[in-house]
């Protein structure tokens, strides 16, 4: 894919050391992960991010290894991040969404052609 325009692209697949090879400056690249906290609060408070989307016999059990996982996702692209020297943004509920959209947009600005200090 590509494009002449800035693009976001998302996704717990989009691993930083495989992103990071396609971009002509690691500065186009900001990685979020959210802390254990924080996606537990999802949890309690989304039900979308207590879904199960199969069927199984221990829904318990289910979610906790699905926090597990998503824990050593999280942890493993934001250290292979540091590792290239990419920004690494941990989102923890202290700031709100409109909060983290404004950090995102100040850190990709010079790309953007337009401040956006907050």
Known sequence: MFTGRPAIAEGWGLRPEL???LLDS???MVVLVPTEDFRRHQLRTLPRAGTLNAPVTDPVRAQANRLARDRLVAEDAA???RRLGIRVIEVDGTLDAVAVAAEVAEHFAPYLGAATAA
């Open 19 to 21: 992103v990071a090879p």
């Open 26 to 28: 690691l500065r186009r």
């Open 79 to 81: 250290r292979n991040a």
